[in-house]
C-alpha cells in the first residue's frame, strides 16, 4: 500500500517512455502508480511483425504488473484517463475513480491520423495497438483464402500507404509471405501473383534516412517484389481499393488490404491537458513542454514521448525537435525521472538532451538501412549485415529474458523455413 | 488443380477426424478438398492453457494450410458449410458457393450444451475456439485487475461448472495462478486469496475414470486450493454469480469470472444432415452412424469425430459407445478414410473398433491422473509421475515440429518461473 508520508507520483501511459520513468524512480523515496488502459508493456517496433503472422502477440507484449514485480514502490492500475485536474491534482478514470498525485507523468502516445478523413479508417487500419496487428493479419490472410475459392488472383493486390518505416516494413514483409510463406499451400492460384504496393506521397521512402540509404531501400524493396510508387497521393480509401494522384495524373487501385501507415496525431490526451492547464499545442495535437519536460506554469506535471512536442537542448546550439522514436521517448522517461527527485530536493531542474544513436529499418528478408551516428561520425550500410544488425538491436531491446530467446528461435525457425507461425484468424467478420 | 477424373472426396472439418482422414488419403488416387470454417487445426487438449494464459494461440493452432503444404491431392478452403444436398451431392457455402462431391466425410465436432438454457451463455462461456480461449483469459485477468482497482479481494470467486477433463484443468490452473504466477505482482491485493469453486453435478470429478483416481484428482485439487463441491447442481446462472442446488440446500455464489464445462453437444450440421438424408440422432444431436461409420442408405457419406454417435466393434462381443476424445476421433478418421477406398474398389468395408489406449488428465503443476489400458491390464497411478507423463503425451502429440518445441520450452519457462507470458488483454469490453 502506498505511504501517505511519500510524494505520489502517477504515470500515465505504460509505453517506452512511462515505462522507463517508473524504473528510473526505482530507488527513490516516491510511490509509483503507473496507470495504463491496457494490460501490456508492447513493444511496438515489432508490431509489424505479428501483423504478418511472423510473431504471436505475447511475445511483443509482457504483461506490465510482471515487468514491476521486484519494484516494490510501484502500484500497477489498468484503467483509461478521461480527465485531469490539475488544480485538485486528480486524474479522473473512464470508470468514475479519481487517482490523487503530488507529481503526474503523461505518456500517453500517439494513435493514427488519417488527416480529417476518418471515415477511411474502417478501410484502411494502421498499426498502433495489438488489436490492429490483429485485424490486418485476419485482412491479409482472408485475401488469400478468398482467391483460392475464387481460383483467381486478378485482384489479389495488398496497398500499404506511407513510407516511412512502418510502411516499408509491412510492405517488404508482405512481398516476403507472398512469394515465399504460402509457396505451395494453394492449389488453385499461384500466391506469388499478389501485387504489393507501396504508396508515398513525398518524393522518397524512409524520408528520415541520408538519401543515399532511401534509394537503396527502394531498390531492396523492389527486389522483394514490392512496386515502389513515390509522389503518389491517396484522394480517397473506400472498401474496394483506393483514388491515387500519381506522378502521371489520377488513377484507381484496387486493394485486397490497404494499411495506413501515413500519418500519426497526439493522443486526445493533449486536448485534455490542454482543456485542464491552457497548455498549448502543435499542428499535431503534441503538448509543447518547457526545456525540462514540464508543463509551463505547472512544474508538477510532465508530458513525454510521441505526446510531446519536445526540443533537444545542447549548450551554445539552437534546440532541436526529438524525433518520434522508443529511444527518445525512453531518454525523455530517465529525464523526466530525474527533475522531478531533483524538484523534491529542491535543486533546479535540467534541459531535456536527446542523444542519436542512429535510426535503422527492415525491409524484409535480408533487407535493411542502418544509419549509425557514432563519435567518428555517420555508419551507413544496407542489404544482409544491416538486416542482422538490425535482428540483434531488436531482440536486445525487448522487454524480457523470455521474450528475446521466443523472438530469437522464432525468427530462426522462420528464417530456415520461410514459415510463419502465427497465422491465426479467430473469426471471418470484420471489426467494424 | 483437381482432375475430374478422379474422385472428388469433400472432408468437412480440420479437427482431428477430418485431419487424420486428409492424411490417410495421401497416397490415394482421389482428390482431396478440405473446408473449415477457421483457418487452423487446433489442437483444443491444450486449448486451456491458452485461456490462463500459459501458451499463446499459435502454438496450439497450425495454418491448416501449411499442414497441407506437401500433400498435393489435398486443397485447403476456407468456409462455413450451412446445407448438404445428398442427391445432388452438393455442399452448400454460407457464401453461396457450392462444393461437388463423390464422396463426403462430416467431422464437423462439437459445441457447448447449456441444456436449453441458452442465456447463460452470455454469463459463463465455455472453451471450444480460440475466441473462447480469449474470453475466458479476458476475464480470469480483469477480475483481478478489478480487485486491484478496488483493493478489496471479497468478491474474488471463480467457479468452474462441470468436473470432466477441461473443468479440473481449468480449476486446478486457476488456482495456480492465483497462488503462484500472479504473486508479488499486486500492492492492495493479495491475489491468494482469490476463491476457485469447482461445482460437479454427479458424484465425483472425473467420472470417467476410476474411483479411486476421481478420488485422487479431488485430493490433489485440493491441495492446489481448489473447492471442489460434487453433487451441486446450478440453477441459474447471471452475471454476478450463480444459484447452486446442494447437498445441504440451495444457496447463492458470487462469481467474477464464470466458466462452463458441463455439458457438449454436437454440431448443429448433424440437424442439417438429418434434414438432408432423414438419418436418425441421439439425443446429444450426434449422427447415428452404420458400424463402418457410413450414413445408413448413403454409403458415400460418412461421419466421424464427436458428431458422430458411433459404436466400436470387436467380433464376438456387444457393440461399446465410442467416447469423445481425440484419439477416438482419429481413428473414426482412418477407418472412414480405408472403407472410402475399399468402396472405390468394390470390396467390402469393415466395421470401426476403437482401440481405448487409456485416459488423463492434468490439474496443476505436478498433479494428473494417469489411466493406461496395457496388454498386461490397466496401469494407474497420479500425482508427479502422472503429470510429466501427461506432459510429454501431450507435447508428444502435438502437430508440427515447431510448436512441440516451444510448447515445451514455455513449460520450463513456466515451470522455473511459476511465470504465465501469454497474459495479453486488448479490451477491456466483454465479448458480449
Same mark, same amino acid.
Request: charged share 30%.
Given at each position: 500500500m502506498p505511504d501517505a508520508q511519500r510524494p505520489q507520483v502517477l504515470i500515465v501511459g505504460c509505453g517506452f517512455g512511462g515505462l522507463e520513468a517508473a524504473r528510473a524512480l526505482r530507488h527513490a523515496p516516491v510511490d509509483v502508480t503507473i496507470v495504463d488502459r491496457s494490460n501490456h508493456h508492447l $513493444? @511496438? %517496433? &515489432? &508490431?509489424y511483425q505479428v501483423a504478418t503472422g511472423g510473431l504471436s502477440a505475447p511475445s511483443i507484449a509482457a504483461p506490465a504488473r510482471s515487468l514491476f +514485480? !521486484? @519494484?516494490?514502490n510501484v502500484t500497477t492500475l489498468l484503467g483509461e484517463v478521461v480527465g485531469i485536474d490539475a488544480d485538485a491534482r486528480l486524474v479522473q478514470l473512464a470508470d468514475g475513480r479519481q487517482l490523487p498525485f503530488d507529481h503526474l507523468i503523461v505518456a500517453a502516445g500517439a494513435t493514427h491520423s488519417y488527416f480529417g478523413r476518418d471515415d477511411w479508417a474502417a478501410h484502411a487500419p494502421g498499426l498502433k495497438s495489438l488489436d490492429d496487428a490483429f485485424e490486418i493479419r485476419r485482412r491479409l490472410l482472408l485475401a488469400f483464402e478468398q482467391a483460392e475459392l475464387r481460383a483467381d488472383t486478378e485482384a489479389l493486390n495488398f496497398v500499404v500507404v506511407g513510407g516511412g518505416p512502418t510502411g516499408v516494413e509491412l510492405a517488404g514483409t508482405m512481398a516476403e509471405i507472398a512469394r515465399h510463406? =504460402? /509457396?505451395?499451400? $494453394? /492449389? /488453385?492460384?499461384? *500466391?506469388? +501473383?499478389a501485387r504489393v504496393v507501396l504508396l508515398e !506521397? !513525398? %518524393? /522518397?521512402? =524512409?524520408?528520415?534516412? *541520408?538519401e543515399g540509404l532511401s534509394e537503396s531501400a527502394r531498390q531492396q524493396l523492389q527486389r522483394l517484389g514490392v512496386d515502389v510508387r513515390t509522389g503518389a497521393r491517396v484522394t480517397a480509401i473506400d472498401a474496394e481499393g483506393l483514388q491515387v494522384d500519381g506522378a502521371d495524373g489520377p488513377y484507381r487501385l484496387a486493394s485486397a488490404c490497404t494499411v495506413w501507415a501515413a500519418g500519426v496525431a497526439a493522443s486526445p490526451l493533449g486536448r485534455v491537458l490542454a482543456g485542464a492547464t491552457g497548455c498549448a499545442l502543435d499542428r499535431a495535437g503534441r503538448v509543447l513542454v518547457a526545456p525540462d519536460l514540464s508543463l509551463p506554469g505547472h512544474p508538477a506535471i510532465s508530458v513525454i514521448g510521441d505526446l510531446a512536442a519536445a526540443q533537444s537542448h545542447v549548450a551554445g546550439r539552437p534546440p532541436k525537435p526529438v524525433p518520434g522514436v522508443s529511444p527518445g521517448a525512453k531518454q525523455m522517461g530517465r529525464t523526466a525521472a530525474r527533475n522531478l527527485l531533483a524538484r523534491l530536493d529542491g535543486k533546479p531542474t535540467q534541459a531535456f538532451r536527446y542523444r542519436d544513436y542512429g535510426n535503422l529499418a527492415t525491409l524484409g528478408r535480408h533487407s535493411a538501412v542502418v544509419d549509425l551516428a557514432t563519435p567518428l561520425g555517420p555508419l551507413r550500410f544496407s542489404g544482409w549485415a544491416a538486416w542482422v544488425f538490425w535482428l540483434f538491436a531488436h531482440v536486445y531491446f525487448l522487454i524480457g529474458f523470455r521474450n528475446r530467446l521466443v523472438v530469437l528461435m522464432d525468427w530462426a525457425w522462420a528464417y530456415w523455413t520461410h514459415e510463419r507461425h502465427a497465422r491465426v484468424v479467430t473469426t471471418l467478420q470484420p471489426r467494424e
Open positions: $513493444f @511496438q %517496433p &515489432l &508490431l +514485480r !521486484g @519494484q516494490r510463406t =504460402l /509457396r505451395d499451400e $494453394f /492449389r /488453385r492460384i499461384d *500466391p506469388a +501473383r !506521397g !513525398g %518524393p /522518397r521512402v =524512409l524520408a528520415a534516412m *541520408p
